[in-house]
């Protein structure tokens, strides 16, 4: 299911914020998102008139899990075993026929990224960013990759990107002499987004992981040999040198500014684009971004707490910036299993820095019913579990950052899964159990209409 798609669907379901008033991309679009984001969480905006540009503006597409049980056909709470799935089983997308792109509908031979509504968000930016662009390179060894990076507007043919340091852009670029061909895309299916958000092994393309999900016809790019997802909006075509320009400073997942650093710059080569196009603009450390962040690596920590227990679900929270902070639900079958499912998560997602692990009878998805669990059942004598100077995330402000090392902070487990004081169990289980209500209907309780 393209964008577009989607877009009309999430409509009819009433999950979309239209504003036909002219809006700047220069602070305050961003600003307008944010605020209705704070009003109704997880809702679609669309800016239907963007000052300087032709293209529409859409936010938040990403911003709630059901909208891509939307476009996935599955309730969201099945979503982390639909991912588990699809990077289980990749599968080769069809190429399309020459021509037959809907995102080569438009060809720029004279292409002009100041065109595109980039959005300033704040003004302590460096400039203009794209956030939702994904580039799609080949690197040397391990064959194709894709993966989400910021994009400063330096210029109509210029732009400098984030790479982290030994991943796989960074690492296809410091193996080419010259420059290495890209293809950035703005505006992908939701499933596209969250294929690009996994970190599959190496070897493993990202597209086949996309295909899996939902049906990913790809089209070749006009200035490489490069495949691209054909249903994109937009396709910046360039190639990344060797040249480096200040990128930064720009606030990050955890809605604190990043460094500046000395990043590789963009030569655009070629723009091509469906009519009218929509450009989706990913608010920084917000919602969507959370949850692009989060998500997909709830099911590279499922499969991991499996090997060593039965893991139920995993939900990495909102409130940790959707990559700090995780809850691993399992079935407990053994006195050990609360540590192994901690040490488990912590190798199932590196950046993770603290765990907290229910019993099954615990909503994972509720932070009240979580931190009931840890009022009835931890016992930090006995269920608490430090991991001191691990490697950790550059984006954590409090880790210890040193330059061109990986950064390190301490890790923290909470078993908070019924304490077993005997082999096959809890001596007295009942005494753990909540006590509800049963269920009533009160309808005959209530007026009549």
Known sequence: MDQRTFLELATAQGQVITIDRPVDPRLELAAVSGALEDEAPGRIVRFRQVIGSDYEVVTGLAADRRHFGLALACPPGDLIFRLAAALANPQPPPVLPAGEAPCQEIIEADPNLETIPFLT???SDAGPYATAAVLFTRDPDTGANASFHRMLRLGPRQAALRLVERRGTDSALRKT???LPVAICIGLPLHVLLAA??????????LTIAQALAP????????????APAAAEV????RLTHRLAAEGPFVDLTQTLDLVRQQPLLTVDCITH?????????LPGRLEHKLLMGMPREPTIFSEVNRVCR???VNITPGGASWLHAVVQIDKQAPGDGLRAIEAAFRGHGSLKHVVVVDRDVDLFNPADVEWAIATRFQAGRGLHLFSG????????????????KSRSDKLGIDATVFWDTPAGPSDPAAYQKVTFPPIDLSRYRPPQ
């Not at 958000?197 to 990202?206: F, Q």
């Not at 469906?274 to 990913?282: G, I, S, T, V």
Request: net charge negative; with cysteine.
């Open 121 to 123: 968000h704040w003004a």
């Open 177 to 179: 002499p010259g420059d």
């Open 197 to 206: 958000s996994l970190a599959p092994p190496p070897g493993v393309d990202e």
């Open 216 to 227: 990913t016809p790809l089209t070749r790019c006009l200035t490489s040999d490069l495949l």
């Open 235 to 238: 396709v910046i075509e360039g």
């Open 274 to 282: 469906r009519r009218r196009p929509f450009y989706h603009a990913l």
């Open 311 to 313: 893991c139920l679900n």
């Open 390 to 405: 691990q490697p950790s995330s550059s984006l954590d402000p409090s880790a210890l950052h040193v330059p061109g090392q």
